[in-house]
């Protein structure tokens, strides 16, 4: 029969898939010998059945937890239920990869009228004993019963304020039996039922609420974000307790072996003396530095980071690591690989290749490559800062900066969002419920919490600035306001916060951008030594092609033309060249763009030296160069000196019912075949003055969009080889030039080996290819592809990430094809596929020559070109 329940003697750190993250950890640390509080894992395999089985627990499920208890009471020495030494557990999730969406904890599982005297006497302390029956009711209300937390807390306050308890210490066993009657109370009212009393129901339920969370919003939108499977299921551990809250010589924390946001190489951790696991990471109270249990226990403190150096050194990776004393003995309670920021992620993983702990391979495959460009975020201008007096300061939880609009909810910060206003999430603390705001916020800060809070963690996750227990500020988020030493700020006045130092400004501060870390440069070095495909970038400005340059791009993959018609001063002309009435009028005007567009040509050139360009030719419909409302049609009128009627007519006559399927692309150049010609002219034109000029090399690749039919490219060609081959000739030099197409339209692909006669490269423009093989139009599919994500219908979106299976299988066609014809054949991508990961590897293993992607994802492409070399040897990793 299969086993659904395995106690922790039988698993292994690399069961994850069954036991999930935690459960397999909690399994390799008893069996290397840590201390670890016993316990069993059900399975994530449970989880899927459960759901199978619609929403239920099973017998012979059950049959197995009773066998697993036996087992944990045998080793425990305790009972469960036990009226003289009772048995009390925690219930704790924990799917492959760690979710915050999830149902995290519920600890003190087993407690009830009787069992909490018999604590209460074991103990010998009575306040302690109603404290963990109360957090109990509290915990297991909220978690499991959907009890509004802050229902609670109401009822904890109200009765604590009644006896005239100012601090958590004041409180005594009395306070707390009261606060247990009223909890009950609520509980009763909310649910219809009274508290369980049987602990093996509760755990049963504890169990089910785990399953149950595995699919709520919160966690299907984290899975989402995060590419993590909705097949994967979630373990249940169940774990004997250890407590915190014992007394003075009790404790508990959380550490990482090294500083989670910078790398540095120092235990980096906080923990409470005299409290419970949740305290710390919900940021009730403010947690201290672990440093500071040196002074308070030395013993403990050495034995501790004995133990942090063996997990690091045993799982050869940083490690977050949970921890509780009781009566000043030491007890690990979870270990897993940190959750660090980017730049961390680099320092760490460079400097444990130079400790001999890992390879570069295994390095390369540490930092995430779509994580890369948070490194590149802006910081606060420092001269600026200088002159600017920070209101407050936090916790540097997650670095960046950035200014915006204070919000108070999250729902809040969703709507300002979507009237495109920057926004900065301000709470007392988050929780999962948070997520989408934090998602759509450009920072966070919290009046709460630590530097392991919700904010701060998840935050870190996002590559989001984040400043965490700001306890200066007083956050009223009934009252949409916070203020610190008197002054208010109400929803929507300027803030700006620094991610990296804590602080708080007052207004909006300019930002400057990011420096790269020696790291980085180490680390990009061996991607870079690693990859295969090459990687350019889409720039279509020399300031746009400057950064790529400093981001490593090797070339420009996709030189958009038609942005360098959108300037303010070239706009008359071009209209004027769209609103010609013959040819001769047409040539005036696009006589008065050629200086401009070669100046362009000349600038890039200039920039990127010898390396690739690819210049594509004109795309859009012309339409979009015209105004649409009548105001400006009048102006316009008045500008060109045409008659507002005709104007309008023509504006009319461009307007097409699909612009997307209309007059644009390859389709311009053969209506008005001047345009192109002006542009091959500019672009040769350039390349021959830089070459006699800077003697820069220069080999243009000219690039026809949207081309369906090899007829279509040949009449283009045509064209194109005249004007350029005259002026090579009259030029006297021996310039060289490429001409080639993208591939965007299936047809393209069907009949590659026909439009390989005459393109001597190819360059998958998938956003193009993507809209026609779904016929989902690029400007409108947003909403429709959101609903088809909700109804899994899609797993991702394809505008996104390469369809590898319908438009990844076109191109594989259209390489086979032009390769066929031309075996030399230059093949590239360059929609926005270009700079995601998973559609690198893609490109990688169908064997393109390069990716293009914007500049800022350019370092993002070259590790993940890197890590597609290997991806399938160290999956582990
Ligand atoms: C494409 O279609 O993938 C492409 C790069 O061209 P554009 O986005 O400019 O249509
Ligand atoms: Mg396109």
């Not at 807390?153 to 409180?171: A, F, G, Q």
């Not at 940190?338 to 001999?356: H, P, Q």
């Not at 300002?416 to 603390?429: C, D, F, N, P």
């Not at 208010?488 to 400004?505: A, F, L, P, R, V």
Request: net charge negative; charged share 30%; glycine share 8%.
């Amino acid at each position: 029969m299969k086993k659904y329940v395995y106690s922790f003697k039988e698993g292994s750190a690399e069961m994850k898939d069954l036991l999930g993250g935690k459960g397999a950890n909690l399994a390799e640390m008893n069996n290397i010998g840590l201390p670890v509080p016993y316990g069993f894992t059900i399975t994530t395999e449970a989880c899927n059945k459960y759901y199978e089985k619609g929403n239920k627990l099973w017998e012979s499920l059950k049959i197995e937890i009773d066998e697993k208890i036996k087992e944990l009471e045998e080793v425990s020495g305790k009972k469960l239920g036990s009226k003289t030494n009772p048995l009390l557990v925690s219930v704790r999730s924990g799917a492959k990869f760690s979710m915050p969406g999830m149902m995290d904890t519920v600890l003190n599982l087993g407690l009830n009228n009787e069992t909490v005297d018999a604590l209460s006497k074991s103990t010998n302390n009575e306040s302690f004993a109603y404290d963990s029956y109360r957090r109990l009711i509290q915990m297991f209300g909220d978690v499991v019963m959907n009890i509004e937390k802050r229902k609670f807390d109401e009822i904890y306050e109200r009765i604590t304020k009644k006896n005239n308890k100012k601090e958590d210490v004041e409180i005594e066993g009395s306070d707390l039996k009261e606060i247990v009657i009223e909890f009950k109370k609520l509980y009763k009212k909310e649910t219809g039922n009274e508290f369980p009393v049987d602990p093996k129901e509760q755990l049963l339920l504890a169990t089910k609420a785990v399953f149950n969370s595995w699919n709520t919003e919160r966690a299907i939108i984290y899975r989402r974000m995060n590419n993590i499977s909705d097949k994967l299921g979630t373990a249940v551990n169940i774990q004997a307790m250890v407590f915190g809250n014992l007394g003075e010589d009790c404790g508990t924390g959380v550490a990482f072996t090294r500083n989670p946001a910078t790398g540095e190489k120092k235990l980096y951790g906080e923990f409470l003396i005299n409290a419970q696991g949740e305290d710390v990471v919900a940021g009730i109270r403010t947690p201290i530095n672990i440093e500071k249990l040196k002074e308070i226990n030395i013993d403990i403190y050495k034995q501790f980071a004995q133990y942090a150096e063996l997990l690091e050194n045993h799982y050869k990776d940083m490690q977050d690591i949970e921890f509780t004393i009781e009566k000043n003995k030491l007890y690990i309670l979870q270990t897993r690989n940190g959750k660090r920021t980017t730049a961390a992620a680099l320092k760490i993983a460079v400097e444990m290749v130079s400790e001999d702990k890992i390879k570069k391979q295994e390095a390369l495959m540490r930092v995430e490559a779509s994580q890369l460009d948070q490194l590149l975020h802006p910081t606060f201008d420092d001269n600026l800062l200088k002159q600017t007096k920070a209101i407050a300061k936090g916790l540097p939880a997650s670095p960046g900066a950035s200014s915006g609009k204070v919000y108070f909810t999250a729902a809040d910060v969703v709507e300002a969002s979507k009237m495109g206003e920057k926004v900065i999430l301000v709470r007392q603390e988050t929780s999962p419920e948070d997520i989408e705001g934090m998602i759509k916020a450009k920072g966070i800060l919290t009046s709460r919490g630590g530097m392991t809070s919700h904010a701060a963690v998840v935050a870190r996750g996002m590559g989001k600035c984040c400043v965490a227990g700001c306890e200066t500020i007083k956050v009223n988020e009934t009252l949409r306001h916070f203020s610190i030493d008197g002054k208010t700020y109400k929803e929507g006045s300027y803030i700006s916060i620094d991610g990296s130092t804590g602080n708080i400004y007052e207004g909006i501060i300019p930002t400057i951008e990011p420096k790269i870390s020696e790291e980085f440069s180490i680390f990009m070095t061996w991607a870079d030594g690693t990859r295969k495909l090459k990687i350019r970038a889409n720039a279509d400005t020399p300031k746009d092609a400057t950064k790529a340059l400093e981001l490593g791009a090797e070339g420009i993959g996709l030189c958009r033309t038609e942005h360098m018609f959108f300037q303010e001063e070239r706009i008359p002309a071009v209209r004027e060249m769209i609103l010609a009435e013959n040819a001769e009028q047409r040539k005036a005007a696009l006589e008065k763009i050629l200086p401009m567009q070669k100046e362009d040509f000349i600038g890039i050139y200039k920039t990127m030296r010898e390396r690739p360009i690819t210049i594509r030719l004109l795309d859009p419909p012309l339409h979009e160069f015209l105004p649409t409302d009548e105001k400006s049609l009048k102006n316009l009128s008045k500008e060109m000196k045409i008659e507002y009627d005709k104007l309008k007519i023509r504006v009319e006559d461009l307007k097409e019912m699909n612009p997307m399927l209309g007059h644009r692309g390859c389709r311009l150049a053969i209506t008005y075949i001047e345009i192109a010609e002006m542009q091959t002219k500019a672009i040769i034109e350039a390349a021959i003055q830089i070459k006699k000029e800077d003697g820069i090399e220069v080999n243009p690749e000219i690039m026809i969009p949207l081309i369906g039919l090899p007829e279509e490219l040949t009449y283009i060609k045509d064209i194109i080889t005249k004007v350029a081959d005259k002026l090579i000739k009259e030029s006297g030099t021996n310039l060289e030039y490429l001409f080639g197409t993208m591939i965007e339209i299936p047809r393209a692909c069907i009949v590659a080996d026909d439009i390989a006669k005459d393109a001597e490269f190819f360059s998958f423009g998938t956003n193009d290819l993507t809209q026609m093989t779904y016929g989902f139009s690029r400007d409108d599919a947003g909403k429709i592809i959101e609903e088809y994500l909700d109804k899994k219908i899609f797993e991702k979106d394809p505008f996104q990430s390469i369809d590898q299976k319908g438009v990844g299988a076109l191109m594989k066609m259209a390489i086979e094809r032009g390769k066929q014809q031309r075996p030399d054949i230059s093949l590239g991508i360059c929609g926005e596929h270009g700079g995601e990961p998973a559609s690198i590897e893609f490109c990688h293993e169908i064997g393109l020559d390069y990716v293009s992607c914007s500049p800022f994802r350019v370092p993002v492409a070259r590790l993940a070109a890197a890590q597609a070399v290997f991806k399938d040897d160290c999956k582990e990793y």
